[in-house]
């Protein structure tokens, strides 16, 4: 049988728009948290790679509605970016242009963010602005002008954003972010703010204008006002849902029904996690799965706690 809870070691990755906040002293760009790389460091898998744990479990890890839609592959990649400079202005392919433009063992790539902290007059760009045209696009990329097409918004600390494939976007300096996604690291980029291209970022112009799609945007949404110890849905797609778990004095017990593993990410507190005899405690930027097979469960706030729980 599969333990009921599953820690891995997360990942990190440097780029050039990375900071320090993620492991201060040391640039780091992303922490890739939950990713099927990863290995597993927890019970009598530890060694494992998640994405072998997911071939071998099936069910027992992934659930039932996950399987009945990707098979025995872990569907999610959760990161942590700490965002220095600005990012890429980029756009994803969704399923059938991930399979068309990069084989048939890709997939698309829609994802969500949510703002950990934000510098004051922070932004991103989500999408472009109302009334651009498909040719206006296209001349736009291929001059270097997208930025006079890009639609700025404000974000802060607790705004949700919903990122649909095919949608323009960049995030922008002065951002901590969590970012849950369709396993998938497929990114064209647009505009890389004049930086020099390498053989690592290169500019993917005609790729970007195949799956860019020039009606779509996004916006910030607040975070709703927590009660404590419930569950908030922040983001429900066909690919993922991200709710909010808040808790000060009282428990919360929840349940995978055998339907989802549930990835648990801290982002402010501490936990203690329970069921069956397993015990965890969670700090801040702690992550956690929780399979399928483990149904119920408890977690219970050290002096408060605020977790985003992604799945499917």
């Known amino acids: 049988m599969i333990p009921r809870f599953l820690i891995v070691k997360p990942e990190y990755r440097d780029y050039v728009w990375g900071g320090q906040r993620l492991r201060p002293g040391e640039m780091t760009a992303e922490a890739w948290v939950i990713d099927e790389n990863d290995l597993i460091v927890s019970g009598p898998l530890a060694g494992m790679a998640l994405a072998a744990a997911a071939a071998q479990f099936g069910v027992e890890l992934l659930g039932k509605t996950v399987t009945a839609r990707t098979g025995n592959h872990f569907p999610l990649l959760i990161k942590l970016l700490d965002c220095a400079q600005w990012l890429s202005l980029q756009v994803h392919p969704n399923d059938q242009q991930a399979v068309q433009l990069e084989g048939s063992d890709n997939n698309g790539k829609t994802e969500a963010w949510f703002v950990l902290d934000a510098a004051p007059e922070a932004k991103i760009i989500a999408g472009l602005k109302p009334g651009t045209t498909a040719d206006a696009l296209s001349e736009a990329i291929h001059r270097g002008t997208i930025l006079d097409l890009a639609q700025y918004i404000p974000v802060h600390?607790?705004?949700?954003?919903?990122?649909?494939?095919?949608?323009?976007?960049?995030?922008?300096?002065?951002?901590?972010?969590?970012?849950?996604?369709q396993a998938s690291d497929i990114t064209y980029r647009v505009f890389d703010w004049n930086r020099p291209q390498t053989s690592t970022r290169k500019l993917h112009i005609e790729k970007s204008l195949a799956v860019a799609n020039p009606a779509a945007r996004s916006a910030a949404v607040p975070l709703p006002v927590l009660q404590d110890g419930h569950s908030h849905q922040l983001v429900q797609s066909e690919f993922f849902t991200l709710e909010m778990l808040s808790a000060k004095m009282q428990s919360l017990t929840l349940n995978t029904f055998g339907t989802s593993f549930h990835a648990l990410t801290v982002i402010e507190g501490s936990a203690r996690i329970t069921s069956g005899g397993e015990v965890f405690t969670l700090n801040k930027f702690n992550?956690?799965?929780?399979?399928?097979?483990?149904?119920?469960y408890v977690l219970e706030p050290l002096g408060g706690f605020r977790i985003l729980k992604s799945s499917l």
């Open 287 to 296: 992550s956690i799965i929780v399979p399928a097979a483990t149904g119920e």
């Open 157 to 181: 600390a607790g705004d949700t954003i919903f990122m649909p494939a095919g949608t323009i976007h960049a995030l922008g300096p002065g951002l901590l972010v969590y970012e849950v996604q």
